[in-house]
């Protein structure tokens, strides 16, 4: 009897994850990047631990999360592993505490008291919650993320907090076929960046770029890409 299929395979994962890291390191070179200045950000929502541990095995350690109860799952099928989780999600309230305890990132704040409960929950035991602010690019209402004008509010507050290191800004920007498009979205986040650095906050981190629009986001200054499909196949 033909043994049944592996749900992941390992060498299919290895691959991929060296050809991400040669589209990063690509378009580094193409658009004038430093060698190195983009990391990888493992988006393993829906995909197993099997998957997670075998991309660990190629030294990937970064992987990201938008459920709170499947990455718990994971964190403990996983726990003796050198891993550092990132949550990308939309966050209720009643999930702050198990973020706060349990990932080292959160891209994915856009209001002031989901940052204020991460603050007061985070364990004075582990380093600040590195944080990104997500921020509303287009005009679609269903899209989270902050108002442009409501960012800075964030960004003070971020700054103030004690178990916060306030790190940037991520944005998931209205999907598009085309690299101009996809460009111009991603330039209004690193102006937006640039503008708060300039009025003496000092974020070193646009998350931003995805499988189909990695390149764009290089070109406008990501330093951290969220892959999920082009490592993992299509989620199941
Ligand atoms: C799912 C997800 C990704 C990964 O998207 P792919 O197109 O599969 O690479 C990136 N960022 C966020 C916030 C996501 O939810």
Redesign the pocket.
Known sequence: MAPKPAPYDIDRLALAHSQIVDRIRTAEHQFGRNPGSVSL?A?S??HSSTAIRALHGVGQRAF?E?QAQEALEKMAELKHLDLDWHF??PIQSNKTAQIAASFSWV??VDRTKILNRLSSQRPTDLAPLQVCI?VKLGTEESKSGAAANDVAELITLGTELPNIQLRGL?A?PPPSPDQATQRYWFRQLRELRDQLNAEGHSLDTL?MG???D?EAAVAEGATMV???????G??P
């Open positions: 950000l988006v929502k829906r990201g938008n990308i999600g891209h994915s997500q991520m998931l998350s995805m499988t189909n990695l969220r892959i999920g499909t082009a490592l993992f299509p989620r």
